[in-house]
């Protein structure tokens, strides 16, 4: 791609970031639950 396709290569840059923030925040968020389910 290059130079030539730099808002292509920005815009699926920004996706995969996105995609992979939400999962990571997923999976803290699933195991905040569980830990504090254990607690109970």
């Known amino acids: 791609?290059?130079?030539?396709?730099?808002f292509v290569e920005d815009t699926?840059?920004?996706n995969i970031?996105?995609?992979t923030?939400?999962?990571v925040l997923d999976v803290a968020e699933l195991i905040e639950?569980?830990?504090l389910g254990a607690d109970q």
């Open 1 to 6: 791609m290059g130079n030539k396709y730099p």
């Open 12 to 14: 699926l840059g920004k």
């Open 17 to 19: 970031f996105q995609c």
């Open 21 to 23: 923030r939400r999962a």
């Open 33 to 35: 639950r569980l830990a």
